[in-house]
């Protein structure tokens, strides 16, 4: 495929207004538009898109801003032979500040005190109810881009990092690597668990019932993969009845998590919109993945983060 036409689609905008990267991607030797649903696309049309549409199964390329690709229907691109590339590769820097934060806060309480000055309250807390990372072990779920993101962050607090993986291969700065079979010994002596895989058949309730009893009481769980890897409802089950301690969580079985939802109540749970990957530079580095791409299908040469 020569790409002779890149579309970028309305829906990228959930994550930056679609003109930065229009015009970051000006310079291209062929034409970028912006297009909304409904488009007319050939073999020679490329779309950067957000969400999925039907009929950008007729286009020659399709590129998704996310890493995660679970909402498209890879089957569909792969019997109408288009071109299926993500994201991954550049989320490791922002969901590695997300998650660190996330545990600095569990740590120093700083979830409780800015809760309380909501109320304008001075809030006294025991003295037990503070801790240190220093020490403490992370499990890290999932140790691809974002995983090592986060490894390397909770390196840098003095965790004890330990991580899971398909192949249990070693990574650099996780000090034990276990394959998803060892899972239960890998989370049985964490202090943190933190979920970072993609959502497919395998991971999808990866976490219910058995591993939160598997946890220790003490432990917090952080989700930054997709809602569905984490059984909802035990997850709820689980910290009302004291198996876990807490949660980090930015994505949900159903987004925006709705108003009725549990987990927005308890103090010991924080909750963030999807926003763990954002930043302002989100359209700088699509715009990177992007020419780089256009270049090498106009050259012949296969893709980079091709699915399909
Ligand atoms: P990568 O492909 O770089 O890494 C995926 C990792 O998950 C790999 O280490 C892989 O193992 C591991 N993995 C896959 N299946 C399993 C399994 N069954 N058990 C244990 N480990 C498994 O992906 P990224 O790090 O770029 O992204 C991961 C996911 O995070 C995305 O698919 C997306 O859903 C989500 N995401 C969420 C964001 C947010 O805004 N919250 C932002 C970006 C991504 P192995 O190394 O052995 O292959
Ligand atoms: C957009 C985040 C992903 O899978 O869910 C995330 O990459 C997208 C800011």
Redesign the pocket.
């Known amino acids: 495929m020569t790409p002779d036409r890149l579309a970028v689609h309305d829906s990228v905008g959930i994550a930056f207004p679609p003109e930065l990267l229009v015009d970051a991607l000006a310079d291209l030797a062929i034409p970028v538009e912006r297009v909304g649903d409904g488009a007319d696309l050939g073999d020679g049309d490329a779309v950067a898109t957000f969400s999925p549409r039907p009929e950008f199964h007729d286009a020659g390329w399709v590129h998704c801003i996310?890493?995660?690709?679970?909402a498209f229907d890879v089957d569909a691109y792969e019997s109408e032979h288009t071109i299926l590339t993500n994201s991954?590769?550049i989320?490791?820097t922002?969901?590695g500040e997300t998650v660190a934060g996330y545990m600095l806060a569990f740590a120093r309480r700083l979830h409780v005190f800015r809760d309380a000055q909501a109320d304008r309250e001075w809030r006294d807390l025991d003295y037990a109810d503070f801790f240190t990372l220093d020490g403490e072990r992370l499990c890290v779920?999932?140790?691809?881009?974002?995983?090592r993101g986060i490894v390397e962050r909770a390196s840098g607090l003095g965790m004890d990092v330990v991580g899971?993986?398909?192949?249990?291969?070693p990574v650099p700065g996780v000090r034990e690597v276990y394959s998803?079979e060892n899972?239960h010994a890998a989370i049985a002596d964490a202090r943190f668990v933190a979920l970072?895989?993609?959502?497919?058949p395998?991971?999808e309730g990866?976490f219910s019932t058995s591993e939160f009893e598997t946890m220790r009481e003490d432990a917090y769980l952080v989700n930054?993969?997709?809602g569905a890897v984490v059984d909802e409802p035990a997850l709820v089950d689980a910290l009302q009845q004291g198996s876990v301690s807490g949660a980090a969580l930015?994505?949900f079985e159903t987004e925006p998590l709705p108003p009725e939802s549990p987990l927005w109540d308890h103090e010991e749970v924080i909750v963030t919109p999807?926003?763990?990957?954002?930043t302002r530079d989100y359209y700088r580095d699509i715009a990177g993945l992007v020419r780089e791409n256009v270049e090498r299908l106009a050259s012949g040469d296969e893709p980079l983060n091709r699915v399909v």
């Open positions: 996310r890493a995660g690709y679970d991954t590769g989320h490791g922002t969901i779920v999932g140790l691809g881009t974002l995983g899971v993986r398909r192949s249990g291969e998803t899972l970072a895989t993609p959502l497919t395998e991971t990866l930054v993969a997709r930015d994505v999807h926003s763990g990957a954002g």
